[in-house]
T-cell receptor
Framework: RKEVEQDPGPFNVPEGATVAFNCTYS??????FFWYRQDCRKEPKLLMS???SGNEDGRFTAQLNRASQYISLLIRDSKLSDSATYLC??????????????FGTGTRLTVIP | DAGITQSPRYKITETGRQVTLMCHQT?????MFWYRQDLGHGLRLIYY???????DKGEVPDGYVVSRSKTENFPLTLESATRSQTSVYFC???????????????FGPGTRLTVL
């Protein structure tokens, strides 16, 4: 079973729409949770961390349910510039003390004019 | 602010050849990582390093060798390239004492490697 599972999409939505992505993780020892964004043929970049209480950053809202091992990302009022692949990422501390990240395969979003 | 750079950006090689991918960061981050990204698998950790002269295996280390003699450099070597190593390789770094701590990783632009 994969460490992190995401719906690969693609999601094609019109500008202004609200879109939600979901993700599940398999290891209950996972400690921290993130959404990264990756543009086509570019490197991943941190979009936002995800906290148990839920957190918001402008049009983006992230939620975490530790009991269900489920993470979500909601994008409101979609912009053309939101078109990208969104990677669900979890963190676990290795025995060596390193913070290792485990990545989902990503959900591709295209916002249509 | 140079950040983290990788070279070469594109590389085509043949099966059996040795290839070294370079990664250089200017932030003096203690942690550095190598990932490969393939369709259907997402990013997978190959090797990581907590500091100079300290390296450890990740999820998919077979066929790869790393070294870290200096904090700023973390080269990845494919000792005898195979077609299955055709991939996009990303280097990343993180700073336990920085904003976001060790959990926030900053990625280089990637190297697209094709093994024929």
């Amino acid at each position: 079973r994969k460490e992190v599972e995401q719906d690969p999409g693609p999601f094609n939505v019109p500008e202004g729409a609200t879109v939600a992505f979901n993700c599940t993780y398999s290891n209950s020892a996972s400690q921290s949770f993130f959404w990264y964004r990756q543009d086509c043929r570019k490197e991943p970049k941190l979009l936002m961390s995800v906290y148990s209480s839920g957190n918001e950053d402008g049009r983006f809202t992230a939620q975490l349910n530790r009991a269900s091992q489920y993470i979500s990302l909601l994008i409101r009022d979609s912009k053309l510039s939101d078109s990208a692949t969104y990677l669900c990422v979890v963190n676990r501390v290795a025995e060596t003390g390193a913070n290792n990240l485990f990545f989902g395969t990503g959900t591709r979003l295209t916002v249509i004019p | 602010d140079a950040g983290i750079t990788q070279s070469p950006r594109y590389k085509i090689t043949e099966t059996g050849r040795q290839v070294t991918l370079m990664c250089h960061q200017t932030w003096s981050h203690s942690y550095m990582f190598w990932y490969r990204q393939d369709l259907g698998h997402g990013l997978r950790l190959i090797y990581y390093s907590a500091a100079a002269d300290i390296t450890d295996k990740g999820e998919v280390p077979d066929g790869y060798v790393v070294s870290r003699s200096k904090t700023e450099n973390f080269p990845l070597t494919l000792e005898s390239a195979t077609r299955s190593q055709t991939s996009v390789y990303f280097c990343a770094s993180s700073d336990p004492n920085g904003r976001g701590g060790a959990r926030t990783q900053y990625f280089g632009p990637g190297t697209r490697l094709t093994v024929l």
